[in-house]
């Protein structure tokens, strides 16, 4: 059942003509809690007693990974705690039936035998519930529970042919995993060179400077919306190299960061000691750079000036409290430090606020904004426009492209090679009018 922003189930036990014994319900609540500045996850029973190794799993053994995993499997574990009261069954007797009962949990459906029948709100895809019982298999690790059907795998099969190898592939799978296809990766409807200007030109009329330098960070250098939410006054500097002096933006994670300024390919801030270590001083681990243009970084600290100045004359205390940012880096000058865009009232600029404001812009521009499908993130059209540019207008190598994107695999580069269906039709006239032109009898039909 769903009350308020809750789910609750109800098990109900009833006797061979369907009439009701008795009624049980399970709720087992999941509380986020900010503790100096790190997000902590706490899993209650419904006799509100901490779910004590849940507790260490998220909070400890995966304290180095994003927010967003922590969430993800935190979610996860509440439903494997919420099946196994709902089923009576103990985590440490799992057995094949329970673990293919548990899958019809997830999935939301209902077997087509057996002694008992489910009826769930939320259904789940094939994939999404592979996610899930890859979290448990971590999970029971973790706490030294076996579980042989879950832990199970298949022999290895050759998969196809490695594009970039040339090789075939030797792959395994989990038994108890479920068949998922292959979905088409398409590219979602990215920024266009005709549709860049629209939006530029309405940031403009709005005069909204932060906007217009979140935008082309995006759009002409590539940046995800979280590193460029988590830029700070040290993140933006001039550098030498190679005895030329280039302005350049650092992107890297700091413990007081919250889950929309994280930079998800860096290294995972909990502690101000990590600044020292040697991992966090590792370009592409702790940290990534990206130069950008003079003009962008004018643009940027021309913001900095008028945004911060006025800021912190309306309310030094609330600027403070509310923009401040760890220091990375040691200077000799030891000045503070902080986030780069802010919102009106001169604390750190959120997510939320930012997407309702881009939301608006893309509407007034009349550029479709996909409004039922979660996957096609506005944001994220700024890179896709980014990487489709290089694509279609200067012909990047793959290769190229995966370091201009900061892409650790080429495999997650190779999505952006793929393109929209317009494009495709595009590609495909061009050919047949090229092949028109080679061949004048096929248009005529006299062959």
């Not at 036990?13 to 100096?36: S, V």
């Not at 035998?113 to 519930?129: D, F, H, I, P």
């Not at 002409?220 to 030498?240: P, S």
């Not at 694509?391 to 080429?410: F, G």
């Amino acid at each position: 059942m769903k009350i308020s922003n809750k789910s609750i189930f109800e098990r109900i036990h009833a006797d061979e003509n369907g009439t009701p014994i008795n009624k049980d319900t399970i709720q087992y609540r999941l509380y986020k809690i900010n503790k100096n500045g790190q997000d902590i996850f706490v899993l209650y029973d419904d006799n509100m007693d901490v779910i004590s190794p849940a507790y260490r799993y998220i909070n400890i053994a995966m304290a180095s990974q994003s927010y967003n995993s922590r969430e993800k499997a935190m979610y996860a574990v509440r439903l494997l705690y919420c099946f196994l009261q709902l089923t009576k069954t103990k985590i440490t007797k799992l057995k094949q039936d329970d673990i293919e009962k548990l899958k019809y949990f997830l999935l939301g459906y209902s077997p087509e035998k057996g002694s008992y029948s489910m009826q769930l709100q939320t259904v789940r895809s094939n994939a999404t519930v592979n996610g899930y019982l890859n979290v448990y298999r971590s999970y029971l690790k973790y706490i030294n529970i076996e579980c042989d059907y879950l832990f199970e795998t298949k022999k290895a099969i050759i998969k196809g042919i490695n594009r970039m190898t040339e090789k075939a592939e030797l792959v395994t799978s989990y038994s108890s995993n479920i068949k998922t296809g292959t979905p088409v990766q398409r590219v979602p409807r990215y920024i266009s060179v005709d549709n860049f200007p629209k939006i530029i030109k309405i940031i403009r009329k709005d005069e909204n400077k932060m906007a217009e330098c979140i935008v082309r960070i995006m759009y002409q250098f590539g940046l995800r919306l979280g590193e460029v939410l988590g830029l700070t006054f040290e993140d933006v500097v001039e550098e030498n190299i190679d005895g030329n002096l280039y302005p350049v933006l650092y992107i890297r994670n700091r413990s007081t960061d919250k889950h929309f300024q994280k930079a998800k390919t860096c290294m995972n801030i909990t502690d101000k000691a990590q600044f020292r270590s040697k991992d966090y001083k590792t370009e592409n681990y702790g940290y990534q750079k990206v130069i950008v243009t003079y003009d962008i970084y004018e643009l940027i600290n021309t913001y900095i000036e008028d945004a911060h100045s006025a800021a912190r004359s309306k309310n030094m205390t609330r600027y403070k409290s509310g923009v401040s940012a760890d220091k990375a880096v040691k200077d000799k000058y030891e000045t503070d430090n902080y986030y780069v865009f802010i919102n009106s009232i001169g604390t750190a600029l959120s997510e939320q606020i930012w997407n309702k404001y881009i939301k608006s812009v893309f509407k007034r521009a009349e550029i479709p904004i996909d409004s039922n499908s979660k996957k096609t993130n506005l944001n994220h059209k700024f890179r896709h426009g980014f990487a489709m540019f290089h694509v279609q207008y200067r012909k990047t190598p793959l290769l190229e492209l995966q370091k201009l994107m900061r892409h650790a695999s080429i495999s997650s580069t190779m999505v952006y090679y793929n393109p929209t269906e317009a494009d495709e039709a595009a590609i495909k006239n061009d050919f047949v009018n090229e092949l028109y032109d080679l061949i004048p009898d096929l248009r005529s039909g006299n062959i």
